[in-house]
């Protein structure tokens, strides 16, 4: 076999998917120089299979557990998990090989793999975290005020497209949330100041700056639970420090809201139905969720079924995979049912 001339693969992918589907993998341009085509492109295509997979794994899984998973990747796992390959614009002109390539997994399959394992997952993002930056130094103490170097940065350069959004920092934020309750961790001050928001996701930062490293506390509030981490870098890089404030907010917010797969928990729901299309939309719908290990039909009567389900995680994840799917539901005073949205 003569000796391979030039091989280049182009990968295109976002940072941040923020979609509800964070099991889809992209498209990725492969373009490349061979004396051998078919075997270049056999070469190529288990490339793109392990590395699309690492891709959809970074997203889904903490840094922790990522790193485990992803170091135990061999082929034949890899393989026993595709759904199936796509290969688009394909040409071949002399010995030059272009096409878009795309590898699929079965969700089912995957999720199936992280249970054997005992291992937990997310299945979609927040949409944005709400973010509180208290900046200090010996001299300057910025909260809500326009002079926030942090907050001048951000709207400037990556709000747009980030991870965070920055409040009004106007006379009511600041009558809302004050230094002192930022310093002494006042959940319930932090919870009014996000609901004027209506943000679930709150991640707080108090920062010690100096000329030569800055030094922050991270706290990430999610759905009544708190979280913590102190981080240290060694200058005000506000691109570096941006950058690291995502990564370890979007990895603690899953550590907090990851998919237990250890054990069940057990809902009683009816679902009432005009006819048997909405009938049959809300079953395909419920079909889609992955967390519900078993869905037993306890009783039937005019228009209206009762189900006893088994699912993994907790009652939040649940109503928010619900929501995902377009399923509705509602349990109050013991009494569950679910709808269409």
């Known amino acids: 076999m003569k000796k391979l001339i030039l091989i280049i693969i182009i990968l295109s992918f976002n940072k941040y998917v923020f979609s509800h589907d964070l099991f889809i993998s992209s498209f990725i341009d492969v373009e490349f120089v061979s004396n051998n085509i078919e075997d270049t492109k056999i070469l190529k295509i288990n490339q793109i299979k392990k590395e699309s997979l690492k891709k959809i794994l970074k997203k889904i899984l903490n840094h922790e557990k990522y790193n485990q998973v992803s170091s135990d990747l061999s082929a034949d796992l890899i393989n026993s998990l595709i759904k199936n390959v796509i290969i688009n614009d394909e040409n071949i002109i002399n010995n030059k090989y272009f096409s878009k390539i795309k590898v699929n997994f079965n969700k089912k399959k995957l999720i199936n793999y992280f249970r054997e394992k005992n291992i937990p997952y997310v299945e979609y993002y927040p949409k944005k975290f709400l973010l509180i930056i208290y900046e200090y130094n010996n001299i300057n103490e910025n909260l809500f005020t326009k002079i926030n ?22 006379i009511n934020d600041r009558f809302i949330l004050k230094k002192e309750d930022i310093k002494n961790r006042n959940i319930d001050k932090i919870n009014n100041f996000s609901n004027k928001y209506n943000f679930k996701e709150t991640v707080i930062v108090i920062i010690k700056t100096s000329k030569n490293k800055i030094v922050y506390d991270l706290i990430l509030h999610s759905g009544g639970q708190i ?14 420090f941006f950058e690291k404030l995502e990564f370890e907010s979007l990895n603690i917010w899953k550590t907090i809201n990851e998919i237990q797969n250890s054990s069940l928990n057990n809902i009683n729901c009816k679902i009432n139905y005009f006819n048997m299309i909405e009938l049959k939309e809300i079953r395909d719908n419920l ?55």
Do not use: H, M, W
């Not at 170097?149 to 106007?170: A, H, Q, R, T």
């Open 227 to 240: 979280a913590e981490k102190k981080i240290e870098l060694k200058n005000n890089d506000y691109d570096k």
């Open 287 to 341: 079909n889609n969720v992955s967390i519900i290990k078993n869905l037993k039909k306890k009783s039937l009567s005019f228009r209206s079924i009762e189900y006893d389900i088994s699912y993994y995680g907790n009652l939040k994840i649940l109503t928010k995979i619900f929501k995902l799917n377009k399923l509705n539901i509602s349990n109050y005073q013991n009494d569950c049912f679910i709808r269409l949205i």
């Open 149 to 170: 170097n942090f907050y001048l940065f951000y709207k400037k350069n990556k709000e747009k497209d980030g991870l965070f959004k920055i409040p009004n920092l106007d």
